[in-house]
C-alpha cells in the first residue's frame, strides 16, 4: 500500500493525516466454514444459476406470484403459469430465489413473500444509512437434498422450512421441493467479463508456469479503516453487485463531499480540507455517486483512489489475460480510521485497530473464495483459489486457476505498537510467536514487518507528509529524521530520503522506543482537538537535505524476521527505512534468505542476487520516432536482474486499492504525453496467450474506453500489455512477464527450503 504522499499539499497533509512452523500441507485450519453439509452436495451445488418451477406438493401445485404480487402462493396447479426462479449462489449451498419478474423469494418466517429489492449493509432504508454489521439478508436460503432428487428450503434468518402449503414451519413438518427444469428466467444482475475462451497455456515449453504475478494487491480495502466508508465498494457481495458496487453516496455522502480521503488525492484546496476538519464534509462537490449501473464517475483508478478496483469480475477478466498469481495483503491504518470517525465522515462498522481488519479481511477472502466456488459448480470448482504451499501454486496454476496468497501489510502488525496504550503494552517474543502461530494457521504466508508508521518492529518507512503528521498522532513521539550518513545514500530509493517538512515537528531521539512526550491517547479520544493544538508544529517551516530515520530495526524486529524464517514465510523489505533496510539485508545475506520487493526495490540488484523478484512496469507515452520505448524501464531492470543471474521472471505490484498510482491514458483531455501519439486499442484482440479474445469492456451500463481514461480498473491489465505490444514490444520481450509467477513461487520455495534447513 502506497499513500503516494508527494502529491499532497502541506494542506492535504494536515486534514487527511489529522489523517509454529508449517509441516508444508495445504491444510486449511482457519477461517472454518460455516455453511452445514448438504445430504447430497453434488445435487445442492449443481442447480446453482439454473431456472426451475418449485413444488411443494409433489408436482401437483407449484410456487407463484399471488394476485396481490408482494407475496407467493403455493397453489399454482399449471407449471406454465408457475413462477420460475433463478438459483443463484450467495454462498455454497446458499441461495437468492429470484423471479421471472426480477423479484426475491423472502420471508418473515411464517410465509412465502416478494421483494423487488434486498435489504442489506449497504442499503439505504427510508433515508437512513443501515450500517448493522454482518446482517442476515431475509432473501438468503440454505439449500438440502433429500431422497429422490428433492430438496428441502430453508430460510436462513428465521430457521425455518417452507411447508407444502408455502408457510415457514419446523424442519419435521418441511415439504420435499421439486424442482422443475425451465429456460426462460430473467438474468441476475452482474456485472460482465467481456472475454471469451478457454486457457489453454498454462506452461511453456521448458515447464515453466505461464502468467504474471500482481504481487502487491489488496482486493477488500472496504474493509479497512473500520469499514465504515473512506474506501467505497467491495470484490464480491453475497447479494449481488447492487449490493457490492451501488451508490457511493452510502459512504462518501451526497456529491462525493465526505470523500475527504478520495479530495486529497485530487485537488481539494485549503479552505474545503480546513473546513472538512470541522463539518466532516467538503464544501463542494467532489464526485458524481451512481454506482451499479451507471457508475458515472467510478471505478476509476487513475483518477479517483476510494473507490473498488478489483471486483471479481474484474479480476476475473485479468486472470484470462495471464494473470496467474495474486498476494492479497490485507491492509489498514487506524489513525485514519480515528480521523475520519471524529470528524463524522464515517460511521465506523467496528473497531479502528489495525488487527480487527486484517481479521475480517482474511475471513473475507475466504468468503469470496467460496463464493466463486458456488458460481462455478461447488467446493474447488471456482477459478479463485487460496494457496497455503508453493506446491498448491503450481499446481493450480498448471489446473489453469488463479491461485491467492494471503499478506499482512498494515503499522501495528500483531498489535505491536512503538507506544503502550490502553491494554496493549509492548509486545514480548512470546507475544510474536504466538501472532505468527496463529496467521501463519490462517494461512498469511507474506508479511511487511512495518508500514508507514514507526512500530514494535522498527522505524516506519520515513515517507513524508501525511506520516510525519500521523506518526505523531499514532506514537505521540515527534518526526526522528537525521542527516543520512553516507553508507545509507548507495542503494536504491524508498521513502526514507530528502528534506523534512515540518521542522517543529522533528526532533530527533536517541532511544527510539521511550516514553513518548505525548499521550497517543489523546489523539484517540479527540482527534481533531490533538491537531488544531499542534497547528504550531506544523508551521515551523522544513529542512532541506538528504534526511532519513535516526533508528532502524529494533531487537523485536529481527526476532520477527527471525521466526519469519523458520517458518519459510515470505519476506516483503521495501518499507523499511534505510538503516531497516540495510539490517534487514545482513540477515537476509547472513542466512541467504530471499526477500521480495513489490514497490520496486532492489538494493542495487543484491536482491536478485539472493533469488529475490521486486516489480516493474511500462512507459505510458510513445515515443513517435522510436518504437518500443514503453518497456525501457522494464528492459533495464530485466538486464539487472541477467547480471546478477537471476531467474528472468519480472512482474507487476500495482498496489490496487492501495492508495498509488495507476496506468494513466495516452489520449484525451486527461492524457500528459508531450507528443502526439497513435495505434490506440481497437476490439478485439487476442491475449498474449492466444487463447483469449478480449472485447470493448463495459461497467454496467458504461462503456470504457482505456485510450482516454486509463487502467480504470485491475481488468483492464489485458488493454495495459496489448498497447506496449502494439508499441513494437515483442513478444519474446515480454516473455518474462509471463514467467513472473513462476518468478515468485521460486522465492517462496527457496524460502521453505531455507526454513527446513534452519529448523534441522
Known sequence: MSFSIFRWTIASAIALAVVGCSDGSDSRDAPPVETPTPADANAVFAVANGCYSISPDAGNKFIGAAFADDTYTADITDVNVAGRFLLRPSDLGKYLVYDQDRGYLVSDGQGLLRQMSLTSDTNEVDGTVVIEDRMQSEGEWQLFAVEDGRFRLQHIKSGAFIAADGTLVPEAQAADLDFVAQSDCADFPELTVNASGQIDVTEFEDGDLFGFVDSHSHLFTNLAFGGGGVFHGAPFHPLGVEHAL??????????????????????????????????????????????????????????????????????????????????????????????????????????????????????????????????????????????????????????????????????????????????????????????????????????????????????????????????????????????????FLNYDGGFDRGGVNFAELNQPRDEFDSMPPVNPEDFDADPVGFFFQSVGLLSGGSLEGEYCQNHGLTPLGEFLMSEMMKRGMVMEVDHFSRRSYKRAYEILVENEYPAVGTHGRDYNGLLYELGGVSTSGFGRCRDPEVAATTDDSFQRRLALMKEKNAYPGLGFGFDLNGFAGYPKPRFGELANCSQPQSDPITYPFKSFAGDITLEQPLVGERVLDFNTEGMVHLGLVAEYIEEVRRDGVSDEALEPLFRSAEGYIRVWETSERRALEMRQ
Open 246 to 487: 451501488p451508490n457511493c453516496a452510502l459512504s462518501h455522502g451526497v456529491d462525493g463531499r465526505k470523500d475527504l480521503m478520495g479530495s486529497g488525492f485530487s485537488d481539494g484546496g485549503i479552505l474545503s480540507l480546513a473546513s472538512a476538519l470541522i463539518t466532516g464534509e467538503l464544501p463542494e462537490k467532489n464526485h458524481d455517486t451512481e454506482g451499479y449501473p451507471q457508475f458515472t464517475d467510478w471505478p476509476n483508478a487513475p483518477f479517483s483512489s476510494t473507490h473498488q478496483m478489483q471486483y471479481y469480475t474484474w479480476l476475473e477478466r485479468a486472470y484470462l489475460s495471464g494473470l496467474r498469481l495474486v498476494v492479497q495483503h490485507a491492509t489498514t491504518q487506524e489513525t485514519l480510521c480515528q480521523l475520519t470517525t471524529a470528524v463524522g465522515a464515517q460511521a465506523n462498522r467496528y473497531d479502528c485497530n489495525d488487527m480487527v481488519a486484517v481479521d475480517r479481511i482474511i475471513e473475507a477472502t475466504y468468503d469470496m473464495e467460496r463464493y466463486i466456488d458456488a458460481q462455478s459448480g461447488g467446493p474447488g470448482e471456482g477459478w479463485f483459489r487460496i494457496v497455503l504451499t508453493p506446491e498448491a501454486a503450481r499446481a493450480e496454476i498448471s489446473a489453469g486457476n488463479l491461485a491467492v496468497v494471503l499478506g499482512i501489510e498494515t503499522s501495528d502488525l500483531f498489535d505491536c505498537f512503538l507506544s503502550p496504550r490502553g491494554a496493549f503494552e509492548r509486545c514480548s517474543e512470546q507475544d510474536v510467536l504466538d501472532k505468527l502461530d496463529e496467521y501463519h494457521g490462517k494461512g498469511v504466508r507474506v508479511l511487511f514487518p512495518v508500514h508507514k508508521m514507526d512500530n514494535g518492529f522498527s522505524a516506519g518507512d520515513g515517507d513524508r507528509r501525511v506520516s510525519d503528521i500521523g506518526n505523531y498522532a499514532h506514537t505521540g513521539h515527534y518526526s526522528n529524521f537525521v542527516l543520512c550518513p553516507d553508507e
